[in-house]
């Protein structure tokens, strides 16, 4: 079995659970909404829903997970010899979507300063590609999730780079102040300010991006309503390097499922709009 967003989304059609809190039964110990999605999403890919051992299922993600952190990591996911994932949740509608201190990646780098210590570990690999996964939430029941390619929809990281270190160098030309680069995710920290020079000023930045209903609005059909909704967005190059075996079978839900659809469109390459790229469109509907 080979595990990846075509294996996640067949799983989530052929048995679309909705209310996680309930299903999961999470602890009190852990936040029980962030530890609830964190088990959805480590077993849609791994089709272990079914499994009720908590040993069963570790041993099913050992063998298909390279990296496990949580929503405060970089990145959430790793799979073995496959694609990094990072998850968001949001509580409302086209609300955006935020990244905190660290700026939009189309793709992992394994030499980015913000990777998780032990998340590079165990392959040999400089670049992998990054699924983000976008959660709605209403009254703590999935209503949309959103499967995104980092690189349908953000630019190159040169690109916020630039943006981020002319922010950091306005600082300290409009202040005349020295601004302290310690943690290369914050955009400084301002020192030797009072006489004493017992006083600091952290900056940190807060990045968002626009909640994929909005980036992608074009494609989806304002008249459905449902009760539960999954869209995926990748460049058609991307589907068609999945196994064979696993497109047909997806391809084949469109017979059984009225609901489901795979399409063609073309979308607009982050880094300069007037170029379109060849990409797949997936949709389902649950009533």
């Known amino acids: 079995m080979e595990i990846n967003l075509l294996a996640a989304i067949n799983n989530i059609v052929n048995n679309p659970i909705t209310d996680i809190i309930t299903h999961y039964k999470t602890t009190k110990r852990f936040n029980k909404v962030e530890k609830a999605i964190e088990l959805y999403i480590q077993d849609i890919f791994c089709n272990a829903n079914n499994f009720d051992s908590v040993f069963d299922k570790w041993e ?12 405060r990591r970089f990145p959430n996911i790793i799979i073995k010899n496959g694609d990094g994932i990072l998850f968001k949740t949001i509580t409302e509608t086209n609300a955006p979507i935020k990244l905190n201190s660290f700026y939009p990646r189309d793709k992992l780098y394994k030499q980015d ?10 392959e040999d690999w400089q670049e992998k590609d990054l699924l983000y996964i976008i959660i709605e939430l209403n009254n703590q029941c999935l209503k949309s999730i959103w499967f995104l390619y980092g690189d349908c929809f953000i630019a190159d990281k040169e690109i916020y780079e630039y943006i981020q270190n002319r922010v950091k160098q306005g600082l300290e030309e409009a202040y005349d102040v020295e601004v302290c680069i ?12 009072d006489p004493l020079d017992i006083t600091s000023l952290q900056i940190k930045g807060s990045w968002f991006i626009e909640n994929p209903n909005l980036v992608f609005e074009d494609y989806i059909d304002p008249n459905i309503q449902s009760k539960f909704s999954v869209h995926a967005v990748m460049l058609k190059t991307k589907y068609d390097g999945f196994p064979i075996a696993q497109r047909k ?24 709009t007037v170029k379109l790229l060849e990409a797949k469109f997936i949709s389902f509907y649950k009533y």
């Not at 300063?113 to 165990?122: Q, R, T």
């Open 249 to 272: 079978n997806l391809e084949k839900l469109q017979d059984k499922d009225k609901n489901f659809n795979i399409k063609d469109v073309k979308i607009r390459w982050p880094n300069n």
């Open 60 to 71: 099913i993600f050992s063998k298909y997970f390279a990296f496990f952190g949580n929503f």
């Open 113 to 122: 300063s913000i990777m998780a210590k032990h998340s590079i570990e165990g």
């Open 182 to 193: 310690d943690n290369p995710n914050e955009l400084g920290t301002v020192e030797h300010i």
